[in-house]
């Protein structure tokens, strides 16, 4: 893979913070050097100011993360920008075991499978865009987006075009047709612009709820390697797959390094705590992580800790076991959502059965733009939903969608919720 198509010119300025580097080295050197070595290097605060002293967090099943004051001292400190070590290398073993990367033990410059850790993933993806996209690049996506990603997208100028997509996510034969207004060979030729990247949510997309199968999966990855693109895959709602076996990643696939894939744990363990990270090929993520140096510094040391000592208690098995408890309460939201959306909404609506993640794509029938029976008229009935608009490149035009999320309510609630609905849109319909 030849990685320097794919960086912008700012991405390709960046180069180490001196303080940052000496600071990193310095904690390796000093983890190692005698103790009477002085080190007037780090430019860190002392913590002994600080007025936090310890701290118990307690977790379910009786654990106790315990943060007494030499693990609260490094808590409170800078850390490394990549993320620190101990999580960084727990997450590589995960990724081993989940999707075993064929680029594991490739070269560093040949794309060899890297890590970073990212203050939730929209961080990270936010980043990766930022390195990849110049104005007027092509970028493929499949409509709808998710709204934070079209958020990081548009305004840095790029061409969205929409690959079709239906319940099984993006479909191959709509990209392949897309992709031969180009040839192979004009990748290498920057004048034919031809795609830079592929982004899609391959589980439980949002809004959709749509998963993409393994096999098209594969086949998209084919036509990556034809026409030489990148592929972010962003992967949030991996670890809430309703059915077993979960469908083989991109990063399962990625002989070449061109995969980014964008991890969370938003969704399984917190989303304050602000804990993803990014999975890819070296020479890609070493830019992101000197983007991290000059943004956040990196990602909260004290919540890195937290999470890392939670997943060392776990391990590999007991994360996996939370996991399933994980997917066991949404699947229970999924049931009761489509549930009371069978009670009620049939007839006046289509949805598809989602497979992963936390949202229903509500199709409503008679009604071309529901923007206005959502921002004016559903908060007088007392429901909120979001309308479907503001998951496209064009936001002005209308859609007859609904993203209604079933992770927060009870199943009570969800049935009243939708008995509104039915009601606004019938009154809606006999308006009209
Ligand atoms: N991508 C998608 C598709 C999402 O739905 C979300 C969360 N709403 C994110 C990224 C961002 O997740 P995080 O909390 O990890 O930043």
């Known amino acids: 893979m030849n990685y320097s198509r794919f960086i912008t010119a700012t991405s390709a300025a960046r180069w180490p913070s001196p303080i940052r580097t000496t600071g990193e080295m310095g904690t390796e050197i000093l983890g190692r050097a005698p103790k009477s070595l002085i080190s007037l290097a780090p430019g860190m605060p002392n913590p002994s100011t600080f007025p936090f002293k310890s701290a118990v967090i307690t977790a379910e099943d009786g654990i106790t993360i315990r943060f007494e004051e030499e693990t609260m001292n490094r808590a409170l400190q800078y850390s490394q920008s990549a993320g620190i070590p101990e999580l960084l290398s727990w997450l590589k073993q995960l990724q081993v075991k989940l999707h075993n990367p064929p680029t594991l033990n490739y070269p560093p410059d040949r794309g060899q499978m890297d890590i970073c850790v990212t203050s939730g993933c929209q961080d990270g993806l936010c980043k990766a865009f930022e390195m990849i996209i110049n104005p007027g690049d092509n970028i493929l996506v499949n409509e709808p987006v998710y709204s934070g990603t079209l958020q990081a997208l548009l305004p ?50 949002n809004p959709t709820g749509n998963s993409l199968t393994g096999e098209r999966k594969k086949e998209i990855y084919e036509l990556a390697r034809k026409y030489d693109f ?98 066991h309460f949404y699947r229970n939201q999924r049931d009761a959502a489509l549930a009371a959306a069978d009670k009620w909404l049939s007839g006046l609506a289509e ?82």
């Not at 939903?385 to 002005?396: A, C, I, T």
Request: with cysteine; proline share 7%.
């Open 351 to 432: 949805w598809h059965v989602p497979t992963a993640g936390m949202f229903l794509w509500i199709k409503v029938k008679g009604i071309s733009d529901v923007k206005e029976l959502i921002e004016e008229k559903a908060i007088k009935k007392e429901v909120l939903l979001v309308p479907g608009n503001g998951f496209y490149s064009n936001s002005s035009a209308p859609s007859p969608y609904l993203r209604a999320s079933f992770s927060i309510v009870s199943p009570e609630q969800m049935d009243v919720a939708f008995q509104r609905l039915a009601e606004l849109i019938k009154e809606s319909l006999e308006e009209n």
């Open 156 to 205: 840095l100028g790029c061409n969205i075009i929409n690959v079709a997509s239906d319940e099984y996510g993006m479909i191959p034969a709509s990209l392949k047709e897309i992709l031969s207004q180009w040839k192979p060979e004009d990748a290498k030729n920057p004048k034919k612009n031809t795609p830079k990247l592929l982004y899609t949510v391959p589980n439980g997309n």
């Open 230 to 327: 990148l592929i972010i895959e962003d992967d949030p709602y991996y670890f809430v797959q309703f059915n077993k076996p979960w469908a083989p990643t991109f990063l399962s696939m990625d002989v070449d390094g061109r995969v980014i894939r964008a991890d969370s744990f938003s969704k399984v363990l917190s989303s304050g705590l602000r804990v993803g990270f990014l999975t890819g090929p070296k020479p890609l993520i070493e830019r992101i992580v000197l983007h991290i140096q000059v943004s956040s510094l990196h990602t909260s040391t004290f919540t890195q800790l937290m999470v890392y000592q939670l997943l060392h208690h776990w391990g590999e098995d007991g994360f996996l076991a939370h996991v399933d408890r994980v997917v």
